[in-house]
């Protein structure tokens, strides 16, 4: 799998929106671009995932650059609950033997009054 | 509810002694992995199992055991001869091998005394 690369921290004002970067260069044609996010000592909880296309669900946008090198994802009204670390990782999504998905150190985000 | 359940939250040893940490889903996944995660650090992988009665070294294996006897358990052993065993260790599971959501448990923290 890809290797990811992301800023180690970031801050936001609350009600802003909160844009994480991730560069994936190294990504394959089949492999998606998935993020997750952790809130201390507890199990990562999934966001959002995207191939090529911007994807938009009810937590979140992703943004994929058109050469899938990088990608944004953006939190659009954050809150002081989505201060968390966030993870960007590249994963196919079919059965292949490629099942190690390598988790970086994340973005700690932080979102501040 | 569907999910993922590790067991203890909480477990202390002292030095030497062998611990086994529970997982347990009914997801109906095929594919389980064990995270280790230290404090300020990303998901290592230690252990992954594509089906029952089949399991694979991830990048961290050394100290660790593991078994697939059951489609819905994938236990974790931390032995003796795992050096620096004090972390915080999860559970995911993904519908198939290597591909798709990762889906986590919320983690089991083992302190060394």
């Known amino acids: 799998d890809a290797k990811t690369t992301q800023p180690p921290s970031m801050d936001c004002a609350e009600g802003r929106a909160a844009n994480l970067p991730c560069n994936h260069s190294t990504i394959s044609g089949n492999e998606y671009v998935y993020w997750y996010r952790q809130i201390h000592s507890q199990g990562p909880q999934y966001i959002i995932h995207?191939?090529?296309n911007n994807e938009t669900n009810e937590m979140a946008s992703l943004i994929i650059t058109e050469d899938r090198k990088s990608s944004t994802l953006i939190l659009p009204h954050a809150t002081l609950r989505d201060t968390a670390v966030y993870y960007c990782i590249v994963r196919v999504s079919q059965n292949t033997n490629a099942g190690k998905s390598t988790f970086g150190d994340g973005t700690t985000l932080t979102v501040k009054p | 509810d569907g999910g993922i359940t590790q067991s203890p939250k909480y477990l202390f040893r002292k030095e030497g002694q062998n611990v086994t940490l529970s997982c347990e889903q009914n997801l109906n996944h095929d594919a389980m992995y064990w995270y280790r995660q230290d404090p300020g650090q990303g998901l290592r992988l230690i252990y992954y199992s594509q089906i029952v009665n089949d399991f694979q070294k991830g990048d961290i294996a050394e100290g660790y055991s593991v078994s697939r006897e059951k489609k819905e358990s994938f236990p974790l052993t931390v032995t003796s001869a795992q050096k620096n065993p004090t972390a915080f260790y999860l559970c995911?599971?993904?519908?198939?091998w290597g591909g798709g959501e990762l889906f986590f448990g919320e983690g089991s923290r083992l302190t060394v005394l």
């Open positions: 995911a599971s993904s519908l198939g």
């Open positions: 995207g191939l090529k």
